[in-house]
């Protein structure tokens, strides 16, 4: 957490968090681009490093990628002022802005940046990404959606983050085809209410936010590294209760919120959909489950010059988190009835 001490990443980081309130608090469409464009370019500085090429790079290809969806979002919503009254072409600008918003989340179809972006980034920085820069793209698209333009990307996101998952060997790739999957199911709670994307995003960041502590404690990047290094038994069980939390696995907290969403789609009689959701969570649940089985049953040499040492304060806020995650669900059960 090393840019925590150094007061240019903290003040960039301040401003991405504004920024964020600014795009959201705006009562115009031209005051949401301008939140936009100051996350964009507070962004930028947190994530390139000139000692790693690779985060150079990545800084390079989220400044395109967002600058071109900034382009299109305030083109189109100067051109819908314009042309107010075609109901025609209204649907049509709906679909274009909505298209731009879902570029600048890295939702599927637009996602093709985002899985290679990341890839050069830190684990903190990967957190920020599938998390709070999701927050004002999503708000935004709440206020002006296409409902059957939307109800298509949901379903592309679910197939796309659970079928690119599964030949990946990188954990940060991993990941953000898990983010894109669960943006899907991010996506239709629109439909059900604001609450409820509160809610499911909230815990999505709380299960992630562990997710990228525990692979920034171990430094760890690929899944061979699971196999290779010597493992704590109880960093192993806390990796399985984690994962199969962020699958969406009953007795875990991660299920939570995706039983409100499988409920209210059913009462709204939206079959298909649920269908494809849990089909392609099981997916994901099977590539989740081999990475653990593999960690946990390969019969690997001990090595004994090669082991981990963990500060025993990081190692309680783990024990403290998996806690979290185990009675999060029989409490939240108790809520829900």
Do not use: D
Request: positive net charge; charged residues 5%.
């Amino acid at each position: 957490m090393f840019f925590l001490m150094n007061s240019n990443k903290l003040f960039f980081l301040f401003i991405l968090f504004f920024s964020t309130l600014i795009s959201i608090s705006a009562n115009s469409w031209f005051g949401c681009w301008i939140g936009l464009e100051i996350n964009l370019l507070s962004f930028i500085p947190l994530i390139s490093n000139s000692k790693n090429l690779m985060s150079s790079e990545a800084s390079l290809k989220y400044f395109l990628v967002q600058s071109i969806a900034s382009i299109n979002f305030l083109f189109f919503i100067l051109f819908k002022m314009i042309l107010f009254k075609n109901f025609e072409l209204n649907n049509f600008i709906s679909i274009i802005i909505n298209s731009t918003l879902l570029m600048k989340m890295g939702s599927a179809p637009f996602h093709f940046w985002f899985p290679n972006m990341i890839e050069g980034l830190s684990w903190f920085n990967c957190f920020i990404l599938m998390t709070w820069q999701k927050i004002s793209p999503m708000i935004l698209l709440s206020y002006y959606f296409n409902k059957n333009f939307l109800i298509i990307i949901m379903i592309m996101n679910s197939i796309i983050g659970a079928i690119g998952g599964l030949n990946q060997t990188s954990l940060r790739k991993l990941m953000a085809f898990s983010s894109i999957n669960n943006l899907g199911w991010m996506l239709s709670t629109f439909f059900i209410s604001e609450n409820l994307w509160i809610l499911y995003l909230s815990l999505y960041s709380f299960l992630i936010s562990i997710m990228c502590f525990l692979f920034f404690m171990l430094n760890m990047y690929f899944i061979n590294q699971l196999f290779i290094i010597n493992l704590n038994s109880m960093i192993k069980i806390s990796l399985l209760i984690n994962f199969l939390s962020l699958g969406g696995l009953p007795p875990f907290i991660g299920f939570f919120p995706k039983w409100i969403v499988i409920n209210f789609l059913i009462l709204n009689k939206i079959f298909i959909l649920t269908f494809i959701f849990i089909f392609m969570s099981l997916i994901m649940l099977f590539y989740y489950i081999r990475i653990i089985y593999s960690s946990f049953m390969f019969n690997y040499i001990k090595l004994k010059w090669f082991k981990i040492f963990i500060k025993n304060k990081l190692f309680n806020y783990i024990n403290f988190f998996n806690m979290i995650s185990i009675l999060g669900m029989i409490f939240s059960t108790f809520f829900f009835y």
